[in-house]
């Protein structure tokens, strides 16, 4: 594998740390579950780090569409910044928030390079208006990524997009 793919494919999971679940009336102590795909696109940049070693930052927007339990679908438009290490790995850092006017949700991703089809997962750490104190994890594979190493652009796709959340 390419060191570009590899890279890539980090960023990317680092995009899909937005997922979040669709916010619907429930009981805090029993958490909802949710299903979901999710796009995004944004872009790279390379940073000059000795020879051995790659590293970059990414800034990425997508949109991510919900469904849970009960049938009830939610959008939400994602925005995630983060630095990826070939030594130590990635983290990244994204807020999501509800088309609806609900909220804005917080999640954190932490990762390690992967390759397709490898399960990655997420873990919200709160957020605003009805998103206020929302926990939960969630899990998805990499389905598709695409670098365009001349524009610095990347593009990327999620499959078994899924989790749960609680809402105090």
Not at 85 to 105: E, F, Y
Request: net charge negative; glycine share 12%; hydrophobic share 40%.
């Amino acid at each position: 594998m390419n060191k570009t793919y590899k890279w890539a494919i980090t960023l990317v999971v680092c995009l899909t740390m937005v997922m979040l679940a669709p916010v619907h009336d429930s009981r805090a102590d029993e958490p909802d579950t949710y299903t979901g795909v999710w796009t995004a696109n944004g872009n790279w940049q390379p940073l000059e780090f000795g020879p051995d070693r790659e590293v970059f930052t990414f800034h990425l927007k997508g949109h991510v569409n919900l469904k849970g339990e009960l049938g009830e679908e939610t959008d939400y438009w994602s925005e995630i910044a983060g630095i990826w290490d070939s030594q130590t790995g990635g983290t990244a850092r994204c807020s999501w928030r509800d088309t609806g006017g609900r909220g804005t949700a917080y999640a954190i991703l932490e990762g390690r390079l992967l390759d397709k089809d490898v399960v990655m997962v997420g873990e919200f750490v709160g957020g605003t208006g009805e998103l206020a104190g929302l926990s939960g994890r969630f899990t998805f594979n990499w389905s598709q990524v695409i670098l365009n190493e001349e524009t610095l652009a990347i593009s990327a796709f999620t499959k078994n997009l899924s989790g749960n959340f609680r809402l105090p």
